[in-house]
């Protein structure tokens, strides 16, 4: 089942809202002085919290009970992240190409995901595209896919 959603980012917004049809399903909300980031999609909330100052990973969890689901694991040299939820399921999120405008998320067997930005000016705009039948799943990778390339996107403009 293939589903379509789009992501907006408007300048000067902490907030990435997600879209399907025009109207909002979820947002992924940074914070402007902590590193815990909030999410949700559909009525499931999510908490992306920082594992400790000197790392750049996270934890998921969920944030209605707490309950944690995975972890999120950055890569240092390349826009490239590991993704480990606690019931054995892996993923990877990677950039298909140099300028980071498209980039996508693989299990073992296949993509999964796959995100592009439509447009970067005053506001960050794109499309994702989903491959899974597991809605809650699939809510929950939209989210990492999107709170991943925001988080390389802080880390490239915090560098220039």
């Known amino acids: 089942m293939r589903n379509t959603f789009n992501y907006l980012k408007k300048a000067l917004s902490n907030k990435i809202n997600v879209l399907e049809r025009d109207s909002e399903v979820g947002y992924v909300e940074f914070d ?4 815990d980031v909030a999410g949700e999609f559909k009525q499931k909330k ?3 919290k920082k594992k400790s100052f000197w790392k750049s990973d996270f ?3 969920r944030e209605d009970n707490k309950q944690l689901i995975g972890e999120i694991t950055f890569s240092n040299w390349k826009r490239k992240a590991e993704i480990n939820l606690i019931n054995g399921e892996k993923f990877t999120m990677e950039t298909r190409n140099f300028w980071g405008t498209q980039w996508r998320i693989d299990d073992v067997n296949r993509e999964v995901l796959e995100f592009e930005k ?3 000016f005053w506001s960050n705009e794109g499309t994702i595209t989903a491959n899974i039948n597991d809605n809650e799943k699939m809510g929950l990778l939209v989210l ?3 709170f991943v ?3 390389y996107e802080r880390r490239a403009a915090a560098a220039a």
Do not use: D, P
């Open 59 to 61: 934890q998921i969890y």
């Open 144 to 146: 990492l896919g999107i």
């Open 149 to 151: 390339n925001f988080v």
């Open 46 to 48: 999510y908490l992306f």
């Open 32 to 35: 402007s002085f902590k590193t």
């Open 118 to 120: 439509t447009k970067q």
